[in-house]
């Protein structure tokens, strides 16, 4: 077909014939009320999320607040039936198991995580991230009879050291997995930059890398403190309790989730209290770490600027 005609039925052939054209008004409009639609979506997801912690804090603050006194603090729990008494031996070997793990376990995450992200590469990457994952979902009571047959027997006493290596154990997956996703957030043009000065690759992941990333892996640190630090199923295998102060690591030392744990399942109404009441001090002392560790870190990037 050739002429007017022939050339109209070409036409109709072309991808997009017949497709009125679009108008801009509608399009953008459109666009706006679908933003408007997936923001408003996403805030009642965010409100959500956070509803759970709030009733959690508000229910544990309301339950504990009124057992909470200086005498919870400072003395020692009394023979069973008796009121009065304390949880200072909880508080202290908290304290010092949840320190000490985390001083044994954060070193070993933090070169696992630059190990995996700057120097493994591939397949080797790929498997260790899988065995770090692994060890992220065992079971915490299988931690406790992993370090009950590697610290207890051996030393033939339950210790507060043998509790702070399961600690230590449980925090390396967190800390470790988070450490390797912060450092990969870097943008690899600061390490190029880096080694064009001539910076060797060790001192360019110590000086500049690690620093760009310190935010992020301080937050994975905090995480795995905060989930260390009420762990009752491995201290029962390892540091399994006292009911008075004590610092020796070789010892049974008691802590504030093995203390909750013993009186919220007794039979007495201030044990019940006062569970509740040591629940609030270890959410207090929770997040009075992790508010002293964003204050130092602002200081040091303000110091830095």
């Known amino acids: 077909m050739s002429g007017a ?123 260790i991230r899988f065995l770090v994952d692994v060890l992220a979902g065992v079971p915490t009571i299988a931690i406790g009879l992993f370090a009950y047959g590697l610290v207890v027997v051996p030393m033939g006493s339950f210790s507060a050291l043998a509790g702070a290596v399961a600690l230590a154990v449980i925090i390396i997956p967190i800390v470790a997995r988070i450490t390797d996703e912060m450092l990969g957030l870097v943008p690899g043009s600061v390490r190029e930059a880096a080694y064009a000065l001539g910076i060797p690759p060790w001192k360019t992941i110590v000086r500049v890398v690690l620093p760009a990333a310190s935010g992020g892996i301080v937050t994975g640190i905090l995480l795995g403190v905060a989930r260390i630090a009420g762990e009752t199923a491995p201290l029962i295998f390892t540091a399994l309790g006292n009911d008075r102060v004590s610092t020796a690591l070789g010892e049974p030392m008691d802590a504030l989730p093995l203390r909750i744990w013993v009186y919220a399942s007794g039979p007495y109404d201030s044990w019940h209290a006062q569970a509740w009441a040591a629940s609030l001090v270890l959410v207090f002392l929770v997040l009075a770490f992790s508010l002293l560790t964003r204050l130092a870190l602002r200081r040091r990037g303000a110091a830095r600027t």
Not at 93 to 110: E, N, R
């Open 5 to 127: 005609d022939g050339t109209l039925a070409g036409a109709a052939r072309l991808p997009g014939a017949g497709i009125p054209p679009r108008v801009p008004g509608r399009n953008m409009a459109r666009r706006r009320t679908t933003d408007r639609v997936m923001r408003a979506l996403l805030g009642i997801a965010a409100v959500i999320a956070a509803v759970p912690l709030v009733l959690v804090l508000l229910y544990v603050l309301v339950q504990g607040l009124p057992a909470l006194n200086l005498a919870l603090l400072t003395q020692a729990p009394v023979p069973a039936g008796f009121p009065g008494g304390g949880v200072a031996p909880a508080v202290v070997g908290t304290l010092i198991m949840v320190g000490l793990g985390t001083l044994i376990g954060t070193p070993i995450a933090v070169l696992a995580g630059i190990y995996v992200r700057e120097y493994a590469g591939g397949r080797g990457a790929t498997l």
